[in-house]
């Protein structure tokens, strides 16, 4: 059974958003999967007609056709590589439609981020956080960068970091991340970030509290990630593990991702819909922003 059978690509008429097409033209040429490519058509309200013509502005048109003529000039070239594409114009809030449509046809959502610095927000500001926060396809996010942009038009990819945390929920990502793999070409590296907390050397650690080695902590975690990585070597993959002690979850990872140097990074969500941030806080949150590789989040079912 294919893991992508439709990938969606949201696309606002810009450059920047157009650097995700790319990917999700290899995606579905490797995995057998049709491309959806959408735009939000956001009709002028009846305050903005009005506002125009009170100040004499120029004359309010419907843009629809010009963005329906953009869309289906992108899946014409498109599917000049062979693919079946499909080009979609939508109507209304642009998350929201974005979110209806991806819900109805898609398996996998890939867009491109926009920012200036590694904390900035993300495309269209805060559309794809809305979408990340609602949706339960997987989606890939690619920073407008020549690095990220070189990395992400290339699987099956040579290296992919998959962070686990020790629960089921986290391994919600693998099945995502070997979609995008191939076995005997990529290499899985599955790590687990221990935050050992250090106490202040002025607080003493009263004498009934027990503190665990930080080694045997380790040697628990790693073989945990031991038993996953068997099983993806039995399936062919390639694969081995990495324990980051110290420091907060994202920055373990940030920090694995720097030593790593993979393509991307997939790691798994709390289910959409709650009100919490994502996995373990707000990680996912924080990694998207910062990595330079594209980030690929799965939420856990």
């Given at each position: ?210 503190t665990e080695p930080t080694e045997l902590e380790e040697a628990r975690a790693a073989e945990k990630l031991e038993t996953v990585a068997a099983g993806l070597r039995v399936r062919g993959f390639k694969a081995r593990v990495c324990v980051e002690v110290g420091g ?24 959409p819909g709650r009100v919490e941030r994502m996995l373990l806080g707000s990680v996912a949150d924080k990694v998207v922003r910062a990595a330079h590789e594209p980030v690929l989040v799965v939420p856990a079912k």
């Amino acid at each position: 059974m294919r893991m992508f059978r439709t990938i969606l690509v949201p696309l606002d008429g810009s450059e920047l958003a157009e650097q995700a097409l790319p990917l999700a033209e290899h995606l579905a040429m490797a995995t057998g999967a049709e491309l959806e490519l959408i735009r939000v058509h956001v009709p002028p309200t009846a305050w903005d007609i009005y506002a125009d013509a009170m100040t004499a502005g120029p004359e309010v048109h419907d843009t629809a056709p010009a963005e329906a003529a953009y869309l289906e000039e992108q899946a014409r070239r498109a599917r000049g590589t062979g693919l079946t594409v499909n080009a979609t114009l939508l109507e209304g809030e642009v998350a929201p439609a974005i979110a209806r449509r991806a819900r109805a046809v898609a398996d996998l959502i890939v867009m491109t981020t926009h920012g200036r610095g590694p904390f900035s927000r993300l495309w269209l500001g805060s559309v794809a956080d809305q979408l990340l926060r609602s949706l339960a396809q997987p989606m890939l996010l690619v920073r407008p960068t020549m690095e990220a942009w070189a990395m992400a038009s290339s699987p099956p990819y040579r290296r992919i970091l998959v962070p686990l945390d020790g629960t089921d929920g986290s391994e919600a990502a693998l099945e995502p991340a070997l979609a995008l793999g191939a076995p005997d070409v990529t290499e899985y590296v599955l790590v687990r970030v221990l935050n050992v907390p250090v106490p202040a050397l002025a607080v003493p650690v009263p004498m009934a509290v027990e503190t665990e080695p930080t080694e045997l902590e380790e040697a628990r975690a790693a073989e945990k990630l031991e038993t996953v990585a068997a099983g993806l070597r039995v399936r062919g993959f390639k694969a081995r593990v990495c324990v980051e002690v110290g420091g907060g979850a994202a920055e373990g990872i940030l920090a694995a991702a720097e030593r790593e140097a993979p393509d991307v990074i997939a790691l798994a969500t709390r289910a959409p819909g709650r009100v919490e941030r994502m996995l373990l806080g707000s990680v996912a949150d924080k990694v998207v922003r910062a990595a330079h590789e594209p980030v690929l989040v799965v939420p856990a079912k």
